[in-house]
């Protein structure tokens, strides 16, 4: 309990006071955090020493768990067979988590390095591109337009379905998701990173989200083997 840990202290009432101060100010660091729109997800120094397989495990579900409303909704409305001819089929929660990890992880940098995401579809689109081909998955990047042929797009493709994570500069959903869109227009395909440079900031998100992703797959993997 939070009284048995002073009672081998030499001065427990300084501890107790310190302590108790320390949690408050935590309390009030989440809460204004939170009031600005940030996840707070605390792991202590003894946490990871004892398990850092878990405290990644926890970071790694916080990702997961960063879906917007606009994520979810569009994936939903996607049908679940969207394999490729020689690729792996990618189940809806599968893609779902994938495309909620690489948004989340990108939106954490928009404001700064993406100008929220205004110019920089083939980037953005691009690093998912590159984390669904390092998870197997035959994603390629489509070069067209939306709507006028004057708005030139670049956004992925796997399979059938079309990934659009810079919708926003459309006046569209931010996160996109679609087999068929009449505004969207394909004029060509490309391999993630044969036109488009990827700078150190996109290969940052793209080697945390794919470790992420894989840890995240292996321990499915296993849960799944140990309920059989």
Known sequence: SFEEQFQFKSNPDFWRA????????????????????????RVWESDVLRDTHECVMRVVEALGNRKDATV??????TPPDIADKG???????????????VDGLIEAEA???????????????????????????PAILIRGY???????????????????LAGEQFGRERVRSFTTDPDYHAVQTE???????????????????????????RVKDRANKSSK
């Open 111 to 137: 404001g700064d390095y993406y100008g929220n995401r205004q110019g920089a579809c083939d980037q953005v689109n691009g690093i998912l591109a590159r984390v669904a081909r390092n998870l197997g998955y």
């Open 18 to 41: 310190k302590i108790t101060r320390n949690m408050e100010r935590d309390r009030e660091v989440n809460e204004r955090l939170a009031a600005q729109g940030w996840h707070v997800l």
């Open 87 to 101: 690729g792996r089929q990618m189940e809806l929660a599968e893609m779902e988590r994938m495309v909620a990890v």
């Open 146 to 164: 939306v709507g006028d042929e004057d708005a030139a797009h670049v956004w992925v493709r796997i399979g059938d379905l079309n990934i659009d």
């Open 72 to 77: 979810s909704d569009q994936i939903a409305k």
């Open 191 to 217: 391999l993630p990173g044969e036109r488009t440079q990827m700078y150190a900031e996109d290969e940052a998100i793209v080697q945390r989200a794919t470790a992420a992703l894989r840890i995240k797959s």
